[in-house]
């Protein structure tokens, strides 16, 4: 609990030894805080980053890494890979001027409005990661129609069998049901991490605008 939210407290109970405070008084109270927000905020992402970059050099050399060297999609990875970090680190910039901009503001108005930015940024930043995901899932399975010796094996049996409407219809739900359950993880983890920390955004926005009135 912080400074603010102990004296709404003590407020609420009518303790009339708390100390009557100015205006400035709160102010530098909610901009300390939306300050701290945003700061983890930024820290968070880069450390999200490294998570997942770090996730990517650990499958170099796997089997699964292997099975995409083998599709010769690089032309195609290797675009991708440039502009989604070319995207993210705009992101991070994004988000550390954000955090320079609050933490530098001078009038509650001003404050307001760089609240509004960085609750706008963090959910471009959310649905970018989340679209990109699809995107990459989708031109995976694409490859894979097509390029996979295995997967073409697998559909010549089922089209002397009888059964290509079958075979496609699993491949098709199979593929929807593993991107449904990473997207709800993701999901979750933002609606912990960066739902929490929005929302405590949110709560100081409500207090400048009642400090406005």
Do not use: Q
């Not at 530098?104 to 307001?112: A, F, G, I, P, V």
């Amino acid at each position: 609990m912080d400074e603010l939210d102990l004296l709404k407290k003590d407020w609420k109970k009518g303790n009339s030894n708390y100390p009557k405070l100015s205006y400035n008084d709160i102010y530098k109270m909610i901009l300390k805080k939306s300050s701290s927000i945003v700061k983890w905020i930024f820290i968070i992402s880069l450390l999200e980053f490294g998570f997942w970059l770090s996730i990517s050099f650990a499958f170099k050399g796997s089997v699964y890494s292997n099975k995409i060297d083998e599709l010769n999609i690089n032309h195609i990875l290797i675009p991708i890979t440039i502009i989604s970090y070319a995207v993210l680190i705009y992101f991070f910039y994004l988000f550390y001027k954000n955090y320079k901009n609050i933490s530098t503001t001078d009038s509650s108005k001003t404050l307001m409005e760089n609240i509004l930015k960085t609750r706008k940024t963090v959910k471009h930043y959310v649905i970018f990661n989340l679209a990109s995901l699809f995107i990459g899932a989708f031109i995976g399975v694409f490859y894979n129609f097509n390029h996979n010796p295995e997967f073409s094996s697998k559909l010549e049996l089922a089209s002397a069998s009888g059964e290509v409407f079958k075979f496609y219809a699993v491949i098709f739900m199979v593929t929807l049901l593993v991107i449904g359950v990473v997207i709800g993880v993701l999901l979750l983890f933002y609606w912990l991490i960066y739902g929490i920390l929005l929302k405590r955004l949110n709560n100081n926005y409500k207090e400048l605008k009642k400090l406005e009135s």
